[in-house]
Protein backbone atom coordinates (compact mmCIF):
# COMPACT_ATOMS: atom_id res chain seq x y z
CA UNK A 1 0.00 0.00 0.00
CA UNK A 2 1.08 3.53 -0.67
CA UNK A 3 -1.28 5.52 0.36
CA UNK A 4 0.14 6.50 3.70
CA UNK A 5 3.80 6.94 3.58
CA UNK A 6 6.32 7.93 6.40
CA UNK A 7 9.80 8.69 5.98
CA UNK A 8 12.63 7.89 7.51
CA UNK A 9 11.42 3.99 8.11
CA UNK A 10 14.44 4.26 10.94
CA UNK A 11 16.11 6.83 12.93
CA UNK A 12 18.66 6.84 15.64
CA UNK A 13 18.82 9.83 17.66
CA UNK A 14 20.86 11.28 20.93
CA UNK A 15 18.87 12.75 23.29
CA UNK A 16 20.18 15.85 22.63
CA UNK A 17 19.50 15.96 18.17
CA UNK A 18 16.27 17.77 17.27
CA UNK A 19 14.70 15.78 13.84
CA UNK A 20 11.51 15.36 11.80
CA UNK A 21 9.27 12.79 11.30
CA UNK A 22 7.42 13.07 7.69
CA UNK A 23 3.77 11.79 6.95
CA UNK A 24 2.38 12.18 3.28
CA UNK A 25 -1.30 10.75 2.59
CA UNK A 26 -2.60 10.37 -0.98
CA UNK A 27 -5.55 9.36 -0.33
CA UNK A 28 -7.59 12.93 -0.07
CA UNK A 29 -8.39 12.38 3.88
CA UNK A 30 -9.20 15.20 5.97
CA UNK A 31 -7.96 13.73 9.10
CA UNK A 32 -4.67 12.66 10.08
CA UNK A 33 -2.94 11.30 13.67
CA UNK A 34 0.34 10.43 15.05
CA UNK A 35 0.39 7.43 16.94
CA UNK A 36 2.98 5.91 19.46
CA UNK A 37 3.38 2.19 19.79
CA UNK A 38 5.84 0.61 22.34
CA UNK A 39 6.37 -2.84 22.88
CA UNK A 40 3.33 -4.48 25.55
CA UNK A 41 1.40 -1.17 25.16
CA UNK A 42 -1.97 -0.45 23.20
CA UNK A 43 -1.55 2.53 20.51
CA UNK A 44 -1.13 5.62 22.13
CA UNK A 45 -2.82 8.33 20.55
CA UNK A 46 -0.46 11.25 20.77
CA UNK A 47 -2.05 14.43 17.62
CA UNK A 48 -5.22 14.24 15.65
CA UNK A 49 -5.61 16.75 12.92
CA UNK A 50 -8.82 17.59 11.01
CA UNK A 51 -8.95 20.25 8.03
CA UNK A 52 -4.87 21.09 9.00
CA UNK A 53 -6.44 22.02 12.64
CA UNK A 54 -5.59 19.89 15.86
CA UNK A 55 -8.31 18.80 17.15
CA UNK A 56 -7.06 16.57 20.06
CA UNK A 57 -3.67 16.23 22.10
CA UNK A 58 -3.56 13.51 24.52
CA UNK A 59 -1.27 15.28 26.91
CA UNK A 60 2.01 14.64 25.01
CA UNK A 61 5.24 15.93 26.30
CA UNK A 62 6.13 19.32 24.53
CA UNK A 63 9.32 17.82 23.44
CA UNK A 64 6.91 16.00 20.85
CA UNK A 65 5.99 19.32 18.18
CA UNK A 66 3.01 18.16 15.44
CA UNK A 67 3.03 20.40 12.42
CA UNK A 68 0.25 19.95 9.42
CA UNK A 69 0.68 22.59 6.95
CA UNK A 70 -1.59 21.14 4.43
CA UNK A 71 -4.02 17.99 4.37
CA UNK A 72 -1.57 15.82 3.16
CA UNK A 73 1.41 16.22 5.23
CA UNK A 74 1.75 16.33 8.97
CA UNK A 75 5.54 16.50 10.72
CA UNK A 76 6.46 15.27 14.22
CA UNK A 77 9.12 17.58 15.22
CA UNK A 78 11.46 15.63 17.76
CA UNK A 79 13.57 17.90 20.34
CA UNK A 80 15.43 16.47 23.64
CA UNK A 81 14.05 13.15 23.30
CA UNK A 82 14.09 10.37 26.17
CA UNK A 83 15.24 6.87 25.78
CA UNK A 84 11.61 5.68 26.70
CA UNK A 85 10.65 7.53 23.86
CA UNK A 86 11.93 4.81 21.63
CA UNK A 87 8.99 3.20 20.29
CA UNK A 88 7.04 2.54 16.71
CA UNK A 89 5.50 6.21 15.59
CA UNK A 90 2.92 5.56 13.32
CA UNK A 91 1.06 7.95 10.95
CA UNK A 92 -2.56 7.69 10.17
CA UNK A 93 -5.28 9.18 8.09
CA UNK A 94 -9.00 8.80 7.72
CA UNK A 95 -11.92 10.63 5.38
CA UNK A 96 -14.68 12.90 6.59
CA UNK A 97 -14.41 14.77 9.79
CA UNK A 98 -15.95 12.05 11.99
CA UNK A 99 -13.08 11.18 13.46
CA UNK A 100 -13.89 8.57 15.29
CA UNK A 101 -16.20 7.33 13.23
CA UNK A 102 -13.80 6.79 10.30
CA UNK A 103 -11.77 3.59 9.39
CA UNK A 104 -8.00 4.86 9.70
CA UNK A 105 -5.13 3.80 7.08
CA UNK A 106 -1.46 3.41 8.77
CA UNK A 107 1.58 4.47 7.30
CA UNK A 108 4.36 1.72 7.78
CA UNK A 109 5.75 3.42 10.65
CA UNK A 110 8.96 5.23 11.55
CA UNK A 111 11.11 2.83 14.24
CA UNK A 112 12.42 5.55 16.26
CA UNK A 113 15.77 4.76 18.75
CA UNK A 114 16.66 6.87 21.12
CA UNK A 115 20.00 6.69 22.64
CA UNK B 1 -8.06 5.76 33.54
CA UNK B 2 -10.47 4.42 30.49
CA UNK B 3 -9.16 1.34 28.70
CA UNK B 4 -10.28 -1.10 26.17
CA UNK B 5 -8.83 -4.89 27.34
CA UNK B 6 -8.20 -7.65 25.22
CA UNK B 7 -7.77 -11.07 25.55
CA UNK B 8 -6.29 -13.19 25.68
CA UNK B 9 -2.80 -10.91 25.25
CA UNK B 10 -1.63 -13.89 23.55
CA UNK B 11 -2.73 -17.19 21.48
CA UNK B 12 -0.27 -19.99 19.83
CA UNK B 13 -3.07 -22.55 17.55
CA UNK B 14 -2.71 -25.51 15.50
CA UNK B 15 -4.06 -24.68 11.88
CA UNK B 16 -7.63 -25.20 11.59
CA UNK B 17 -8.29 -24.83 14.79
CA UNK B 18 -10.65 -21.84 16.06
CA UNK B 19 -9.46 -18.60 17.53
CA UNK B 20 -11.10 -15.72 19.44
CA UNK B 21 -10.53 -12.69 20.93
CA UNK B 22 -12.59 -10.64 23.61
CA UNK B 23 -12.28 -6.91 23.94
CA UNK B 24 -13.64 -5.27 27.11
CA UNK B 25 -14.18 -1.74 27.61
CA UNK B 26 -14.67 -0.04 31.46
CA UNK B 27 -17.35 1.93 29.59
CA UNK B 28 -19.77 2.33 26.58
CA UNK B 29 -18.58 2.61 23.51
CA UNK B 30 -19.89 4.15 20.42
CA UNK B 31 -18.58 2.28 18.04
CA UNK B 32 -15.80 -0.59 17.58
CA UNK B 33 -13.55 -0.99 15.05
CA UNK B 34 -10.94 -4.16 14.47
CA UNK B 35 -7.53 -3.68 12.79
CA UNK B 36 -5.05 -6.75 12.22
CA UNK B 37 -1.03 -6.08 12.24
CA UNK B 38 1.14 -8.08 10.77
CA UNK B 39 4.59 -8.99 11.93
CA UNK B 40 6.47 -5.94 10.82
CA UNK B 41 3.68 -4.44 9.78
CA UNK B 42 0.98 -1.53 9.96
CA UNK B 43 -2.45 -2.14 11.67
CA UNK B 44 -5.10 -2.48 8.90
CA UNK B 45 -8.88 -1.96 9.10
CA UNK B 46 -11.16 -4.93 9.33
CA UNK B 47 -14.12 -4.08 9.94
CA UNK B 48 -16.78 -1.53 12.16
CA UNK B 49 -19.57 -2.08 14.19
CA UNK B 50 -21.77 0.16 15.98
CA UNK B 51 -25.52 -0.98 16.62
CA UNK B 52 -25.73 -2.76 19.85
CA UNK B 53 -25.65 -7.03 19.54
CA UNK B 54 -24.87 -6.24 15.89
CA UNK B 55 -22.90 -9.46 14.16
CA UNK B 56 -20.79 -9.13 10.58
CA UNK B 57 -18.85 -11.75 9.24
CA UNK B 58 -16.10 -11.61 6.90
CA UNK B 59 -15.28 -14.95 5.28
CA UNK B 60 -13.85 -17.16 8.31
CA UNK B 61 -14.09 -14.15 10.29
CA UNK B 62 -17.03 -13.30 12.78
CA UNK B 63 -17.51 -9.69 14.31
CA UNK B 64 -19.63 -9.22 17.18
CA UNK B 65 -20.67 -6.42 19.18
CA UNK B 66 -22.27 -6.51 23.23
CA UNK B 67 -26.08 -5.61 23.68
CA UNK B 68 -24.41 -3.58 25.84
CA UNK B 69 -21.53 -2.17 23.63
CA UNK B 70 -19.15 -2.59 26.50
CA UNK B 71 -17.91 -5.72 24.51
CA UNK B 72 -16.91 -6.76 21.24
CA UNK B 73 -15.69 -10.24 20.11
CA UNK B 74 -13.72 -11.65 17.19
CA UNK B 75 -13.75 -14.99 15.75
CA UNK B 76 -11.80 -16.87 13.47
CA UNK B 77 -12.83 -20.29 11.86
CA UNK B 78 -10.09 -22.73 10.77
CA UNK B 79 -7.28 -20.07 11.20
CA UNK B 80 -4.54 -20.62 8.66
CA UNK B 81 -1.08 -19.39 8.83
CA UNK B 82 -2.42 -16.04 6.87
CA UNK B 83 -3.97 -15.00 9.82
CA UNK B 84 -0.78 -14.76 12.13
CA UNK B 85 -0.50 -11.21 13.56
CA UNK B 86 -1.69 -9.14 16.23
CA UNK B 87 -5.73 -8.06 16.36
CA UNK B 88 -6.75 -4.53 17.88
CA UNK B 89 -9.76 -3.30 18.84
CA UNK B 90 -10.84 0.42 19.35
CA UNK B 91 -13.64 2.16 19.81
CA UNK B 92 -15.14 6.08 21.00
CA UNK B 93 -15.58 5.72 25.02
CA UNK B 94 -17.91 7.45 26.31
CA UNK B 95 -16.99 10.87 27.93
CA UNK B 96 -13.37 9.79 26.03
CA UNK B 97 -13.69 12.58 23.50
CA UNK B 98 -14.35 12.26 19.98
CA UNK B 99 -11.45 10.08 19.20
CA UNK B 100 -10.54 6.04 19.24
CA UNK B 101 -9.23 4.27 21.94
CA UNK B 102 -7.21 1.02 20.83
CA UNK B 103 -7.20 -2.04 22.90
CA UNK B 104 -4.12 -3.67 24.29
CA UNK B 105 -4.23 -6.27 21.35
CA UNK B 106 -4.21 -10.25 20.95
CA UNK B 107 -1.28 -11.30 19.29
CA UNK B 108 -2.26 -15.10 17.61
CA UNK B 109 0.40 -17.50 16.37
CA UNK B 110 -1.02 -20.18 13.80
CA UNK B 111 1.60 -23.41 13.71
CA UNK B 112 1.39 -25.98 10.91
Known amino acids: ETGVTQTPRHLVMGMTNKKSLKCEQH?????MYWYKQSAKKPLELMFVYSLEERVENNSVPSRFSPECPNSSHLFLHLHTLQPEDSALYLC??????????????FGPGTRLTVL | GQQVMQIPQYQHVQEGEDFTTYCNSS?????IQWYKQRPGGHPVFLIQ?????EVKKQKRLTFQFGEAKKNSSLHITATQTTDVGTYFCAGRLTGGGNKLTFGTGTQLKVEL
Open chain 1, 27 to 31: LGHNA
Open chain 1, 92 to 105: ASSPGLAVSYNEQF
Open chain 2, 49 to 53: LVKSG
Open chain 2, 27 to 31: TTLSN
